[in-house]
């Protein structure tokens, strides 16, 4: 993609000749202090109850407590103990105990008790409720944090905490007061304080929503202007008070460690002969804030901005304007706390008008802490930004307790809320998110953690306290949530449907597919499929929308590629997350099962379809666009990855351990791993060969086919058995075996049949995973089998995308018993997303055998391609169009009765082969210029160009 010429003011720009713009070695990265992560002698006060087993305080905790001193008084054993923890890089590194018995008798175990812990150097001491219990002496840490921490069967309260410095510095003083904001990263504030369970809870950092800005005079005429900006965490720019471009989530999500984007704005209609002001909001966003379930701070804890404003005058002149200590910032402003899961908090009482504007002399201000700058590669965002996508109304309101009222958006969306109040000033609105109600009407909120304790669950909570005075709108900027359903509580009166609006949020890539039937249940699955998708498509491919984890999961993206490609034109959104696989590779070559990665989790790839999308998202991106720019500059990527996979494997087959998520949510039909491990590495030289030779390299092509012959005969060799049954018996096996031609082309019949036998044994219902729902239904079609495909498609008994739409869903789930087939919420939390696009993967044999539009892989980007729609089910009509890089493609039929009418469009530059389903060209009247070639499989072939042409015909 290529920066346009001229873009309308404020507009943002995604092109890789933005890098020629700023100069990237002028200006300096500026924000706040967080003071509070550098603390180094210090008293920690705090009364707690242990409620089960243990309470554990944190003290000088860094790396989000994995590196930390950790105090515990443990309940468990026959005396009451302080154990003493030393956490180094996530593990304790030494822990050793003091008895204190004498101090807390067997009848106060679970009596309130006073802790004070004294940090003084290198010396610790410790009271409990006013006796001295221990002195150690410790040097692994000189400063940090504080927090708690309750492993999953421990449980502890905590009320009025202090922390004090040597001089008698009030540091931190928390009563833990029900009703006020919890500063901790997990916990719930109750009448007994802070109530802690299975989860670890440190201080949120302060100075995490700062606002910056500076002044400046332009003396002459303005020509041109643009705003190069980027963030550590996420960013929204102003100058003289007017927003500058629309994105939301600059510069996005990336691997800080290895680059961080810029964006590049044209600001000419902002500027003029005179003075300016340029204003910043800074929040958390990925750097700072949580990440998945692992906590805040996954990349550093201190949000800040860099930016540079180049004019160019109408004499020619330039002047530029970097980030540097003049800058002004201050922690004053209304945005008091913000977390991409845990939500945001907006004070209106503490909004300063004109802060951004000239001439403004708010007090609070200060200059800013210039900051050490990134050590990774600035590189110009590629690729759409987040935006607003659209709105969604509420269909309903109910009130389930009194205060509550329920918000029911009729869609489950990313985004937020807009909403609408009038009240007092100080008045607290909040707002809380879910994807689903209880039988009650409250929210059910129990899939909003990853797992079970300690996962820590997503709070999906925002509040707006009133300034008062008139009507007021509240839409968050600095956080997004998965939900359908929104609880609104303080609302002062009676909330109706028109004062919330539900703000959907995502990546705004171009949509360039629609599909439709006569059918309502496949309208809706295609519905949920692309509501997924659009839901899902946040900076990076996340797996889920809600709940604590959000992450770039490369085989949900790997899974759901093709898919996603016929609805949406995704070149420079892969483009993008290509780059994020590439800098999760590790030094042996394999990609990361997760992009962006971070240094907790850095080298925790495998393969089995995770790993494999650093080649499966090139490929797909070169095929449904028809360009090979991807494909290079992965290549030497994807090259390391299949070397790296070469090396794990024994004879050609890889380890079980090299495909530990199997056959994901499977329906007790289990793959071994080490099958579909090997079955990718075949698939991965397969695509390899073939990229290989689109880009000239015909050597590595070779090796890349006979690679693939070779890890064939070895899976043949250890999975199929004499009688042509496939090792572990299981859909996915037979699908994987079949589509990715690993058996001898005499088996496939009976391998085929085997699937189908598995299909009808289990009552006309599927059993795959993620890894086998992807190419089901196409290999029962490509076999002969496309009525049993139909009946997948249609079956609405469990588990099957049916049974979904049966039980409510607008998405598509990530669990087939999200909901359980007796009733209730499936009670197994890991895994219960209702909104996971893995599973529309279903979308792309809807496109291609339904409505009958077949890419041609000798021909990408559809050149070339083929019409064959495949009428079957109880369907009457269908229709699909596809934006391709050559013009629109469309397809569509309808039966009546026994007359078959197909419509096509095929655009000029393209080449189409339009398949209609009768033996004879005899029994065909066509329109717009086709001629008729050799019928062949009982169908009628038509080679054309552009045009639109029209087929009729009597079937059956």
């Known amino acids: 993609m290529s920066l346009p010429p001229a873009l309308p003011a404020g507009a943002s720009t995604t092109g890789p000749r933005a890098a020629a713009g700023p100069d990237l070695g002028q200006g300096d990265w500026v924000g706040v202090d967080a003071a509070d992560a550098h603390w180094s002698d210090y008293t920690v006060d705090v009364d707690l ?38 956490w180094a890089g996530g593990n304790v590194s030494q822990v050793t105990e003091t008895p204190i018995g004498d101090v807390i008798g067997p009848d106060a175990l679970h009596s309130s008790h006073h802790l004070r812990i004294t940090a003084d150097g290198g010396t610790i001491t410790t009271s409990v409720d006013g006796v ?78 700062p606002r910056l800005r500076t002044e400046f005079t332009l003396p002459k005429k303005v020509a041109a202007a643009r705003l190069y900006a980027s963030a550590q965490g996420i960013y ?55 990440v998945g379930w692992f906590g805040t701070g996954q990349y550093g804890t201190t949000p800040a901005l860099w930016a540079q404003l180049r004019v160019t005058y109408t004499d020619g002149t330039v002047r530029t304007l970097d980030t540097d200590g003049s800058w002004q910032a201050s922690t004053g402003g209304p945005v008091t706390s913000a977390d991409n899961y845990m939500g945001e908090s907006y004070d209106a009482r503490r909004e300063q008008s004109g802060w951004a504007e000239p001439g403004f002399t708010g007090a609070g201000w200060a200059p800013v802490d210039v900051q050490p700058g990134l050590a990774s590669k600035a590189v110009p965002q590629i690729g759409p930004p987040v935006r607003v996508t659209g709105t969604v109304r509420p269909v309903r309101v109910t009130e389930p307790a009194p205060g509550t009222y329920v918000f029911d958006l009729g869609q489950d969306i990313s985004g937020v809320v807009r909403v609408r109040v009038r009240g007092p000033a100080g008045t607290t609105v909040t707002l809380r998110h879910a994807q689903a109600i209880n039988p009650d009407g409250t929210l059910y909120t129990d899939n909003l953690a990853a797992g079970p304790a300690p996962y820590l669950t997503a709070a999906q909570q925002d509040t707006y306290t009133l300034r008062g005075g008139g009507t007021e709108t509240f839409q968050p900027d600095f956080t997004y949530h998965g939900f359908r359903y929104v609880a609104v509580t303080g609302y002062p009166g009676t909330p109706t449907p028109a004062d919330l609006t539900g703000i959907v949020e995502g990546t705004d890539a171009p949509v360039i597919g629609a599909f439709s039937t006569s059918d309502a249940l496949v309208n809706q699955l295609q519905s949920n499929i692309t509501w997924s998708e659009r839901d899902n498509l946040f900076s990076v491919p996340t797996d889920t929308n809600a709940r604590t984890e959000r992450l770039g999961w490369a085989g949900d993206a790997d899974f759901f590629a093709p898919t996603a490609a016929f609805n949406r034109d995704l070149d420079g959104f892969y483009a993008k997350w290509e780059r994020d696989l590439i800098d999760s590779q590790t030094p042996q070559g394999i990609f990361d099962n997760v992009a962006p990665t971070w240094p907790a989790v850095a080298g925790s790839g495998y393969g089995g379809g995770w790993g494999d999308a650093g080649v499966v998202i090139p490929y797909t991106a070169w095929q449904s666009y028809g360009d090979t720019a991807l494909v290079r500059s992965s290549y030497p990527a994807m090259r390391k990855y299949l070397a790296a996979m070469e090396a794990a494997s024994t004879d050609l087959i890889l380890p079980a351990s090299f495909a530990p998520a199997g056959d994901w949510m499977n329906v007790d039909q289990p ?5 579909i491990a090997t079955a990718y590495f075949a698939y991965d030289a397969s695509l390899m060969a073939r990229m290989s030779a689109a880009i000239g390299r015909d050597a590595d092509a070779a090796g890349y086919r006979a690679l693939f012959t070779r890890i064939a005969s070895a899976w043949d060799a250890t999975y199929l058995a004499a009688d042509g049954s496939i090792a572990g018996n299981s859909e996915t096996g037979y699908v994987l075996a079949l589509h990715l031609g690993l058996l001898p082309e005499g088996l496939r019949a009976q391998a085929a049949g085997r699937l189908v036998g598995l299909v009808h044994a289990g009552g006309d219902h599927l059993a795959t995973g993620f890894v086998g729902t992807q190419w089901l ?19 609405t008994g469990y588990p099957s995308w049916g049974y979904e739409i049966a039980h409510g869903a607008t998405t598509v789930w990530e669990r087939w018993d999200g909901i359980l087939p007796g009733g209730g919420f499936n009670p197994n939390v890991n895994g219960n997303s209702f909104n996971h696009a893995v599973d529309g993967a279903v979308g792309s044999w809807m496109y291609t055998t339904i409505a009958g539009i077949v890419p041609d892989p000798a021909h990408p980007g559809y050149a070339r391609f083929s019409v064959r729609p495949q009428p079957g089910g109880g369907l009457t009509r269908a229709r ?9 493609i469309s397809s569509s039929w309808h039966l009546t009765g026994k007359q078959l009418v197909m419509d096509v469009v095929v655009p000029h530059g393209s080449t189409a082969v339009i398949s209609v389903p009768s033996p004879s060209p005899s029994g ?29 015909t009597a079937v059956g």
Not at 75 to 86: C, I, N, Q, R, Y
Not at 245 to 267: E, H, I, K, M, R
Not at 880 to 888: D, K, M, V
Not at 929 to 936: D, K
């Open 880 to 888: 699909a169009s596809l934006r391709s890089p050559h013009g629109t």
């Open 132 to 209: 001295a219990v221990d002195t150690a002496q410790e040097s692994a840490y000189a400063t940090g944090t504080i927090g708690f921490r309750e492993s999953p069967t421990e449980e502890a309260t905590y009320r009025d905490l202090t922390v004090t410095a040597p001089d008698g510095t009030g540091l931190l003083d928390d009563p833990f007061t029900t009703g006020e904001p919890n500063a901790f990263g997990a916990g719930t504030i109750g009448a007994d304080g802070l109530d802690l369970a299975g989860a670890s809870a440190l201080l949120k950092p302060g100075n995490q929503t």
């Open 777 to 795: 239904l196409p290999v029962l079609s490509a076999t002969g089998h496309t009525d049993v495909a139909y009946t997948l498609l249609e079956q």
């Open 671 to 675: 793959t071994p791993a080490d099958l």
């Open 236 to 290: 929204e720019m102003s100058i003289d008070g007017r927003r500058v471009g629309d994105d939301l989530f600059a510069p996005g999500w990336t691997n800080y460690s290895d680059q961080v984007q810029y964006q590049s704005y044209d600001v000419t209609d902002l500027l003029g002969r005179g003075a300016h002001a340029i204003g910043a909001q800074l929040a958390p966003g990925w750097y700072a804030g949580d």
């Open 49 to 86: 109850t242990v409620v089960k087993e243990a309470a554990s305080v944190y003290f000088r905790a860094r790396s989000g407590g994995a590196d930390s001193y950790m105090w515990q008084i443990n309940v468990t054993g026959a005396e009451p103990v302080l154990k003493k923890h030393v």
């Open 924 to 952: 065909i009247t066509a329109t717009g210029g086709a001629h008729a070639g050799t019928p062949a499989d009982g169908a009628t072939p038509y080679t054309v160009t552009g045009g639109h042409y029209t087929f009729r």
